[in-house]
């Protein structure tokens, strides 16, 4: 279960789709489509539960994938269709291929929807339904290649059968051209490399709470450094005076509480300026003489 929760239900639709037995389609379909509801559920319980206001870069890149990430999926349902055909081999390899091309995308479609980031859940959730598509072609081609034949069915039956395989190959087909697109300009563009994160919620509110105590200062923006310097935090503020060494001391001890005593705190404060009101009065313009 830990491994690929779903690969029995996938690799089963592919065999039934080959055999075309309408009863295995139907069961594992609605096993997958179980499995799918689960763990979206787990996702955003998982959101609601744990704190923190921001996504990881992990769950983002879900949001956003390409073409490679269709033949993972195609190729993982091969090796498992391989496998589950060959009794001496482990389905404990192409099971792990399965995990990386549906666990994370299906999590990541739950977080997202618990933060009410419509975007990168609908991307996640794209991405979850065309592994799908691809796992059980996968698995059908291996199965078909291994002389499974489909047995004597009605006519009608049969064709519903044929339509369902074609609308699948369809979905496959449809996707890789904005997947393909995809992959080009991330390779165009290179590897994104966040500059900075937001910090924690409970650090921030508590920084905030610090600075509001402060007479003439304001917490402008508190963030923690990116890939480069992890480890440092930065704290902008803005006042209409000179900043008290104690307010800097207490921001340092409170990112220390919560981040560790390894961590550096940058704050730099801004000196605030008047701005004049707008008068009503028309201009005055002098008449050259």
């Known amino acids: 279960m ?4 779903l690969m029995t239900p996938l690799i089963a639709t592919g065999l039934g789709l080959v055999q075309g037995n309408f009863d295995l389609l139907q069961t594992a379909a609605k096993s997958m489509w179980r499995g799918v509801a689960i763990g979206l559920i787990l996702g955003i319980l998982l959101r609601v539960v744990i704190p923190g206001s921001e996504l990881t870069q992990e769950v983002e890149s879900r949001g956003s994938a390409n073409i490679l990430d269709l033949f993972i999926a195609f190729f993982a349902g091969a090796a498992a269709a391989y496998a589950m055909a060959r009794p001496k081999m482990s389905g404990a390899l192409p099971g792990v291929a399965i995990a990386v091309a549906l666990v994370p995308p299906l999590t990541s479609s739950g977080i997202a929807i618990g933060s009410q980031d419509w975007m990168i859940a609908l991307g996640a959730f794209i991405l979850l339904l065309t592994n799908l ?3 059980v072609l996968g698995s059908a081609l291996v199965f078909r290649l291994h002389g499974l034949k489909t047995k004597d069915l009605e006519e009608g039956v049969a064709l519903t059968m044929k339509r369902i395989f074609t609308g699948l190959i369809g979905a496959g087909v449809l996707a890789m051209a904005p997947l393909g697109y995809r992959l080009i300009d991330q390779v165009r563009e290179g590897q994104s490399k966040p500059a900075a994160f937001p ?4 650090l ?3 920084v905030n709470s610090r600075v509001d105590e402060e007479k003439g200062v304001e ?3 508190a ?4 890939v480069e310097r992890p480890g440092d935090v930065y704290i902008y503020l803005i006042a209409d005076r000179p900043v008290r ?4 001391d207490d921001i340092d001890k409170l990112v220390k509480h919560h981040m560790g005593e390894e961590t550096i705190s940058i704050v730099k404060a801004s000196q605030s300026a008047a701005i ?3 008068t009503k009065e028309a201009p005055t313009f002098s008449r050259p003489q």
């Not at 830990?2 to 929760?5: W, Y």
């Not at 963030?223 to 990116?226: E, H, T, Y």
């Not at 060494?245 to 800097?248: F, G, I, N």
Request: charge should be neutral; hydrophobic fraction near 70%; avoid cysteine.
């Open 133 to 135: 598509v691809m796992i």
């Open 223 to 226: 963030i923690r450094a990116g």
């Open 199 to 202: 910090l924690a919620e409970e």
């Open 219 to 221: 917490l402008m923006r």
């Open 204 to 206: 921030w509110y508590a």
């Open 276 to 278: 004049l009101p707008i």
């Open 2 to 5: 830990l491994v690929a929760p």
């Open 245 to 248: 060494q104690l307010l800097l």
